[in-house]
């Protein structure tokens, strides 16, 4: 059992940042890659970013490569998603997720838990 806890959301103007965290607890942290999704309202859930068990690796879409960057600390069972250069087409609310095959998923149906998501607001 894994529970994740996300923080850091809020409303921001358009070329603003804002950093998101997600605290994990429950099993061991470094076993298990972490990925960032986003729901818009009317939309699917979509790929944000993901990073291995190790923080060797990371895996980005074109529509947030280059402005948002994901990372992780071990040592405190935290994972952030730093974004810089925000649109309003960024508007949406984002979730943490384990993937417990610890590479990273791009695939929503390969993470095994979620958060409960926090909200994103970009004002144009």
């Known amino acids: 059992q894994v529970q994740l806890v996300e923080s850091g959301g809020g409303l921001v103007q358009a070329g603003g940042s804002l950093r998101l965290s997600c605290a994990a607890s429950g099993r061991t942290f470094s076993n298990y890659a972490m990925g960032w999704f986003r729901q818009a309202p009317g939309k699917e859930r979509e790929f944000v970013t993901a990073?291995?068990?190790?923080?060797?690796?990371?895996s980005y879409p074109d529509s947030v490569k280059g402005r948002f960057t994901i990372s992780r600390d071990n040592a405190k069972n935290t994972v952030y998603l730093q974004m810089n250069s925000l649109k309003p087409e960024d508007t949406a609310v984002y979730f943490c997720?384990?993937?417990?095959?610890?590479?990273?998923?791009?695939?929503?149906?390969?993470?095994?838990?979620w958060g409960q998501g926090t909200q994103v607001t970009v004002s144009s």
């Open positions: 997720a384990a993937d417990f095959r610890g590479l990273g998923s791009l695939t929503r149906s390969d993470y095994d838990y």
């Open positions: 990073i291995s068990w190790s923080g060797a690796s990371t």
